[in-house]
């Protein structure tokens, strides 16, 4: 099976701190994707990558950026923590159109 | 642009009930359905999918048929349990694969 593993299931960070999250995939996928999920909103996308060194904003881009420097490896970059960047975070990957996702188990981020 | 909509929850069934989630979808061209489950404290995980008019895509007692007609994708289960409380995402993509998710089903199974 496909494993998508995101670094930290819980994560308590303090306001203006530079935050980073981690996410690897192990088959070669070149797709990578990072939401974010709260209630009532759904899940929301941050930025992808469809390839190595390539990444493309999504609908929620501002505040955070991203880094793929390796095929496997999609990292989320919260340049200075804000309150409102308190939400559960969830990274994926996929192989391609028509094959779904594989999500990671979340990321809690909590900043105070 | 393209987009998903599902029946608001939360839905609370007894065991053994039948389950119909509803999903309607706005897209041009053609594109993949799927159904996601999401257990508490978890990521979502791949339910079923449907990549073209007229499938079915099944797994684990669950259905969802690919009616072009009615632009739908509704989720269906003769008989549910209470291990299937969970929040159900139905999702679409298309051309640039990337994922829109409906917002998201809550189902509550009492014993």
């Known amino acids: 099976d496909v494993k998508v593993t995101q670094s930290s299931r819980y994560l308590v960070k303090r306001t203006g701190e530079k935050v980073f999250l981690e996410c690897v995939q192990d088959m070669d996928h070149e797709n990578m994707f990072w939401y974010r999920q709260d209630p009532g909103l759904g899940l929301r996308l941050i930025y992808f990558s469809y390839d190595v060194k390539m990444k493309e904003k999504g609908d929620i881009p501002e505040g955070y950026s991203v880094s793929r420097e390796k095929k496997e490896r999609f990292s989320l970059i919260l340049e200075s923590a804000s309150t409102n960047q308190t939400s559960m975070y969830l990274c994926a990957s996929s192989l391609g159109t028509g094959n779904g996702y594989t999500f990671g188990s979340g990321t809690r981020l909590t900043v105070v | 642009g393209d987009s998903v909509t599902q029946m608001e929850g939360p839905v609370t069934l007894s065991e053994e009930a039948f389950l119909t989630i509803n999903c309607t979808y706005t897209?041009?061209?053609?594109?993949?359905l799927f159904w996601y489950v999401q257990y508490p404290g978890e990521g979502l995980q791949l339910l079923l999918k449907a990549t073209k008019a007229d499938d079915k895509g099944s797994n684990k007692g669950f259905e969802a048929t690919y009616r072009k007609e009615t632009t739908s994708f509704h989720l269906e289960k003769g008989s549910v349990q209470v291990s299937d409380s969970a929040v159900y995402f139905c999702a679409l993509s298309q051309g640039a694969q990337k994922l829109v998710f409906g917002q998201g089903t809550r189902l509550t199974i009492n014993p």
């Open positions: 897209a041009t061209g053609y594109p993949s």
